[in-house]
């Protein structure tokens, strides 16, 4: 079974803050993606990285996908209270059984 | 373009019953896949139809089981509910495998 860890779990911050989420696996994953989820909804797809040291920028979000695809992390600049919300990573496997994989979550508080 | 649609939002049984949740994927996508979050599980993988096969599953007992119809919408049915089975239960289309579009879930509350 191929589980990916998220840390922190909760992060409450204040406006203007940076703050870097991290996501991590023993396994080795084709390619990774963040979503975002909001109470009420269902997850929405921020991003897919997909090669080996990849970054892509969103805005004021950052993500980079480790050099061995088994890690990466999500890094906001200057926080808003827009970007509370519950933080996703998930893994789709190699292989033929592709599937997604998510993480625990962290849920994200910006406060005014 | 309308999103992903579930129906019912909100739902509340009782131990020992069954429900059957509904899904309507966005026009053109034939892929559609199942998952159940909860706070101490976080987001689960149920399993996966593509043109009314199930093409993949995920770690659940069979009272868990799922079909797709010939116009893509799908149903979730749970048998012999329990307790732990509370929980939002959120339906997935893709046209693209690594590209999914969520639905708002449905929301089950076992009592």
């Known amino acids: 079974t191929q589980l990916l860890e998220q840390s922190p779990q909760f992060l409450s911050i204040q406006e203007g803050e940076n703050l870097t989420v991290y996501c991590n696996s023993s396994?080795?994953?084709?390619?990774l993606q963040w979503y975002r989820q909001e109470p009420g909804e269902g997850p929405v797809l921020l991003v897919t990285v997909v090669t080996g040291g990849e970054v892509k920028k969103l805005k004021r979000l950052t993500f980079q996908f480790g050099d061995a695809r088994k890690d990466s992390s999500l890094h906001i600049t200057a926080a808003q209270p827009g970007d509370t919300g519950l933080y996703l990573c998930a893994g789709i496997s190699s292989g033929s059984a592709r599937q997604l994989t998510f993480g625990s979550g962290t849920q994200l508080t910006v406060l005014p | 373009k309308a999103g992903v649609t579930q129906t019912p939002r909100y739902l509340i049984k009782t131990r020992g019953q069954q429900v059957t949740l509904s899904c309507s994927p966005i026009s053109g996508h034939r892929s559609v896949s199942w998952y159940q979050q909860t706070p101490g599980q976080g987001l689960q993988f149920l399993f996966e139809y593509f043109s009314e096969t199930q093409r993949n599953k995920g770690n659940f007992p069979g009272r868990f089981s799922g079909r797709q119809f010939s116009n893509s919408r799908s149903e979730m049915n749970v048998s012999t509910l329990e307790l732990g089975d509370s929980a939002l239960y959120l339906c997935a289309s893709s046209l693209l495998y690594n590209e999914q579009f969520f639905g708002p879930g449905t929301r089950l509350t076992v009592l």
């Open positions: 396994s080795v994953f084709s390619s």
